[in-house]
């Protein structure tokens, strides 16, 4: 059996419907994928604010945008402008990021990655993280728009 390991996206959910999902999937901690950790039309999801609204709902927040983030520094990550995850998969500290996820799913708890979108299909989390993860044997479930578990994308 592998472990499972879940992702989110916050789009337009207020934080409370947020918090809600977070319980009815019985998430433990919130690893935060976003490169920038900010939003202009959804305060409640910058880093600070959000980090204290999962502490006073009794959730871990963990930020590794800058290893797992869909828009890297490193200019080799991109071809035309575009971010290539191929590239990105293979860099050191991508790999970083990864091995904290892996470790601490092994350590039992249960974890969801979060980044802005909702839709998972249109998300790095998915495309990059998400892939990664399932090629290594870990099952990948996605909290969709509507609040429902999406385990097989295209």
Same mark, same amino acid.
């Given at each position: 059996?592998?472990?499972?390991?879940?992702?989110?996206?916050?789009?337009?959910?207020?934080?409370?419907?947020?918090?809600?999902?977070?319980?009815?999937?019985?998430? !433990?901690?919130?690893?935060?994928?976003?490169?920038?950790?900010?939003?202009?039309?959804?305060? !409640?999801?910058?880093?600070?604010?959000?980090?204290? %609204?999962?502490?006073?709902?009794?959730?871990?927040?963990?930020?590794?945008?800058?290893?797992?983030?869909?828009?890297?520094?490193?200019?080799?990550?991109?071809?035309?402008?575009?971010?290539?995850?191929? #590239?990105?998969?293979?860099?050191?500290?991508?790999?970083?990021?990864?091995?904290?996820?892996?470790?601490?799913?092994?350590?039992?708890?249960?974890? #969801?990655?979060?980044?802005?979108?909702? #839709?998972?299909?249109?998300?790095?989390?998915?495309?990059?993280?998400?892939?990664?993860?399932?090629?290594?044997?870990? !099952?990948?479930? %996605?909290?969709?728009? !509507?609040?429902?578990?999406?385990?097989?994308?295209?």
């Amino acid at each position: 059996m592998s472990l499972k390991i879940y992702t989110i996206g916050y789009g337009n959910r207020s934080i409370q419907s947020f918090i809600q999902l977070l319980t009815k999937y019985q998430i !433990d901690i919130l690893i935060d994928v976003r490169t920038n950790p900010h939003s202009r039309y959804q305060p !409640d999801y910058g880093s600070k604010k959000l980090e204290l %609204h999962l502490a006073n709902n009794n959730y871990r927040y963990l930020y590794l945008g800058k290893e797992l983030g869909g828009k890297p520094s490193d200019v080799t990550c991109y071809t035309n402008g575009i971010v290539d995850y191929t #590239a990105v998969s293979s860099k050191l500290f991508f790999l970083r990021g990864i091995e904290q996820v892996i470790s601490l799913a092994g350590e039992g708890v249960t974890l #969801a990655l979060m980044c802005a979108e909702q #839709a998972p299909v249109h998300c790095h989390r998915k495309l990059l993280i998400g892939d990664y993860l399932q090629n290594e044997g870990y !099952d990948i479930l %996605h909290i969709d728009k !509507d609040g429902t578990l999406l385990d097989e994308l295209f």
